[in-house]
């Protein structure tokens, strides 16, 4: 009994230690995955490490990203390992992020939100883009940032050693299916965007409350704009599913949890054709085991 007594006491004492003493993210925290990913101590003989570096987790991301988090945790954030280095006392610091997600398509979605119009460096064959404040690239399943805190330009070119170092220790660049889902005729370069929920569809269109797709978190759906000859610009959705019942279950959910903004001018149990409040016009049609979306039409579809 005191034994078992002691042993609770212990246990208590070491949650307090963590939840109250812990100074810093990192502390009382699984260990850093991918350390071995960092570059070493004097890298380029010039780029020394500054400080111990910081481990992020699901629990503390917000911690690091604030308003951005949301984003990560629901395509699929496993870890962040950041580690700052510099060169010299009064050098300016260049600090890697290594965002490790639960696959690369998680990753690349990531990429993809972030990174803009890209501008590539052809030292650097990674997919990426790089000026003189940050380089950011996709891998596998990671997302990395490094950024250069000074901004000077000279800095550059180590950016790109940074990337080049990180992306060789990383495993080949794995398959992203869901983009496949989008029909490259037409489609606008650099439009490209994947989602698994409320947020990601948000980030784009208001299409109804919370997750209205039924992406879950774990099924992937393709969005990009298109130039198509009689309707204009327009932004397509397309989201695959398990079986014709789970895809007819996600329309009747679109249908039923639809923006109040948007009124519906056909509905069926497979076409729900609406008008916004721009007097755009949008389609979301079920075919088998997929639904497809067509946003900002100038006209309503035949």
Known sequence: MRAALRWCVT???LVAVCVVGAPAPGMCQTTALDAGLMPPDRFFETWAKSGAPKTFTKADLYGRIDGGAEAFLELGFEQLLVQAYKSGSASPVIEAEIYR???????????????????????????HTVNRYQLMFQRDRYFVIVTNGSGTDTLRPALVRFGVALASKMPTDGAVPALALLDPKDLVHGSQRLMRGAFGLQAMYTLGDGDVLQLGGTLTAAAGDY???????????????????????????IQAKLDSYLKPTLKTSTRLVFVDFEKKFGVVQLTQSKIAILLHMAQEPK
């Open 11 to 13: 246990l208590l004492l």
């Open 101 to 127: 997600m639960t696959d690369a398509t998680a990753a690349r979605g990531i990429y993809l939100s972030k990174c803009g119009v890209e501008k590539r460096d052809a030292a650097f064959k990674e997919r």
């Open 227 to 253: 130039k198509i000859a009689g309707l204009g610009a327009v932004t397509k959705i397309v989201a695959a599913y398990p079986s014709p019942a789970a895809a007819a279950a996600a329309m009747k959910n």
